[in-house]
């Protein structure tokens, strides 16, 4: 008699769909693709075949596909709130705002607790420039998890632009201590530009000190030296090649 694991071994779906997540893993999308579609082929209700598909899909940029299988996913399990979360993601990195943001309004809906439909959400208003939209999700999303990183660097980045220098440094910090090694999507040029701008507000502050005590009051503000040293552990040296090969236009707007 054949042991269970010989016949889990030989189950041509679950076989089929180890081997395609393993390359998914691996970011071999062409043998991942092919892999799911022969899970779907045995199995056309698989909902997690079609979405892993969809996300490698998804990892070649061929959008539009990805859009496909997410959306045969959903005709499986309409509630699936992890699924419109990531077509969300892909409709924005489409251009379809509009349509990102409803994904969101749905996932919402189905789960208020999803951080990451907030932070998708903030993503399609910033788009729009409703940046006090954007501020609110962002707001709901630290409300939800106070230590997540992409709210905390998001709403930092909002901050920034209404001139909030403090409330901006604050968030970066919270998202330092959340994540010290965290590489994201920022060249070290333009997180230099950052700090280069808190500087700036130091000094104007010290000198308005300065002129309003009249005693030649000089301070180091505290939270300089942290900030310089948070942010080269979290945007790290591995950042450097990517950041050569940003325009500074590009950079000036992740800030």
Same mark, same amino acid.
Request: net charge neutral; glycine share 6%.
């Given at each position: ?16 769909y ?20 022969q ?8 909902? !997690?075949? =079609?979405?892993?598909? /969809? &996300?490698?899909?998804y990892?070649?940029? %061929?959008? $539009?596909? #990805? +859009?496909a299988?997410?959306?045969?996913a ?14 969300? !993601?892909? =409709?924005?990195?489409? /251009? &379809? ?5 409803t %994904?969101? $309004?749905? #996932? +919402? ?23 006090d ?7 709901h ?33 919270r ?30 502050s ?7 005590s ?42």
């Open positions: 008699m054949l042991n269970s694991g010989i016949l889990h071994a030989e189950n041509p779906e679950k076989t089929a180890k081997q395609g997540l393993d390359h998914y893993v691996h970011k071999n999308y062409d043998n991942a693709i092919a892999e799911f579609s899970v779907i082929q045995i199995n056309p209700k698989n909902e !997690g075949a =079609y979405v892993l598909r /969809g &996300n490698a899909y990892g070649k940029n %061929d959008l $539009d596909l #990805a +859009i299988d997410y959306n045969k959903l005709e499986i399990n309409p509630a699936s709130t992890e699924v419109y979360v990531v077509r969300a !993601g892909t =409709y924005l990195k489409k /251009g &379809n705002t509009d349509q990102a943001i %994904d969101c $309004d749905k #996932a +919402i809906k189905l789960n208020p607790k999803s951080v990451s439909a907030y932070n998708l959400r903030a993503s399609g208003h910033l788009e729009k420039n409703e940046v939209l954007a501020l609110a999700d962002y707001d999303a630290l409300k939800i998890n106070p230590k997540d990183v992409p709210a905390s660097m998001g709403r930092a980045q909002i901050y920034r632009k209404k001139g909030n220098i403090h409330r901006s440094q604050v968030d970066f910090k998202a330092v201590a959340a994540d010290p090694a965290l590489t994201a999507s920022i060249s070290n040029r333009a997180v230099n530009n950052y700090i280069k701008i808190l500087k700036e507000h130091e000094s104007q010290v000198k308005k000190m300065e002129a309003d009249g005693d030649g009051l000089s301070r180091d503000f505290s939270g300089k030296e942290n900030v310089e040293k948070g942010m080269r552990q979290l945007f790290g040296e591995d950042r450097r090649k990517q950041s050569e090969s940003e325009s500074p236009e590009e950079e000036e707007n992740l800030l």
